[in-house]
């Protein structure tokens, strides 16, 4: 009979403790696996959601990005950089702080806005209604494209008016209250000021603003052109204008990992280490009472001429069974915890729809199963150690006597 045939035998003799140690094992390795999507999750949601937005180059008035510093002479910067050989396609985001004011709801604070013409496809996916453009000159409201959430907080739809005041930033506001109609529902790209996001034209973002003459900008977003990489663009653009700073979404990435992130990655790694020595003393305490509850078949298997080799082949085996069957259940039981702890995150202010806290890729799946092999292994030393170090003749005395 090989070691495989006997550990199978052996775990099958007592099927109570091989369930609770497969069930102990599903459950912590889930944990494991969660902590391992945790680690990674945020960086690479936010860069595939920098990557599908169809820019590639992010341009600011400072280098401290990601903190917002208003960008002057927008229009400017933006028709420079456009000339640029390097340069497809060039975007202005402006936003401003709003709330709405609708008639028997409270007051609700949104994100208001504004893309350059033409940059609407790229910004948002109209899911119902029309989009920016949709009322006629003679109409006296502005119109207005809302999120998905903000239409189903409000109970709002396409042709509902839509009171908007813009707030002043520092100071109790003192605008004036400006009349929207509701054009379309859309699903945002740009929502990293929250679920709540009202997007409108130049015109009506200036009147809400009561500023007709402020061309300032949040952040240039610069498509490259097919062949060009994002770095040359970026080095194209300081070298035609000193007084801005454009960034690859590699180098947002490597920023945001540096800082926005590395409390994630720190907790995740604090945890799963947490977890491989539960898994560890799991797996060593169920082996070390199995071994210990079997000294006398051991010892008689010693005895008839079963090799140290052979009896620590058959506890690796074992453990193997154990850790590997658990290592496999918990993937589907990881996954369908780590859907429900994203959607409890995600409810969190401010966190836009396409952002995720766990996301699952093919190698983190190789690295948790890694990780458990080892700790399988390790977990079985002691137990072969003992095993293997049994006295022969003394055990099988003992055993005798008792």
Do not use: C, K
């Not at 690796?316 to 859907?339: F, K, M």
């Amino acid at each position: 009979m090989t070691s495989r045939a006997l550990a199978w035998r052996t775990a099958a003799a007592e099927p109570a403790r091989a369930a609770l140690a497969i069930a102990g094992v599903a459950v912590i390795g889930a944990l494991l696996f969660d902590m391992l999507m945790l680690s990674q999750g945020l960086l690479v949601s936010f860069r595939e959601m920098l990557d599908t937005s169809g820019y590639d180059v992010r341009v600011v008035a400072s280098d401290v990005f990601p903190a917002r510093v208003d960008l002057t002479n927008a229009s400017e910067v933006a028709a420079d950089i456009a000339r640029l050989p390097e340069v497809r396609q060039v975007t202005i985001v402006r936003t401003d702080r709003a709330v709405v004011l609708v008639p028997g709801r409270a007051p609700t604070d949104v994100a208001l806005l504004n893309l350059s013409p033409g940059a609407e496809r790229q910004g948002w996916r109209i899911v119902d209604g029309a989009d920016l453009g949709a009322l006629g000159p003679q109409e006296s409201a502005a119109p207005a494209v809302i999120s998905r959430q903000l239409s189903r907080a409000l109970g709002l739809s396409p042709g509902s008016p839509l009171p908007l005041r813009a707030l002043a930033s520092g100071a109790a506001s003192a605008l004036p209250i400006v009349g929207f109609t509701v054009v379309g529902i859309a699903d945002f790209q740009f929502e990293n000021d929250g679920p709540y996001v009202l997007a409108t034209t130049f015109e009506a973002f200036q009147r809400a603003r009561a500023s007709v003459s402020s061309d300032t900008a949040d952040v240039i977003l610069v498509a490259s052109r097919p062949s060009i990489d994002a770095s040359a663009t970026v080095a194209a653009i300081a070298g035609r204008r000193r007084d801005v700073h454009a960034f690859s979404n590699e180098q947002i990435v490597e920023r945001f990992n540096e800082n926005g992130f590395a409390y994630f990655r720190q907790i995740s790694f604090v945890l799963s280490t947490i977890t491989l020595g539960f898994a560890f003393l799991l797996v060593a305490t169920l082996l070390t009472v199995a071994v210990n509850q079997r000294l006398g078949q051991v010892a008689a298997l010693r005895a008839l001429g079963v090799s140290r080799r052979r009896i620590a082949s058959t506890l690796v085996w074992e453990s193997a069974l154990l850790v590997g069957t658990g290592g496999l259940l918990s993937l589907p039981l990881g996954w369908i915890l780590a859907l429900g702890l994203d959607r409890i995150l995600r409810d969190m202010p401010n966190i836009p729809d396409a952002l995720h806290f766990f996301v699952f890729e093919p190698r983190l799946a190789l690295w948790h199963l890694a990780l458990l092999a080892a700790t399988g292994l390790a977990a079985a030393v002691y137990p072969v150690w003992v095993a293997t170090r049994l006295p022969i003749a003394a055990t099988l005395r003992f055993e005798t006597v008792s």
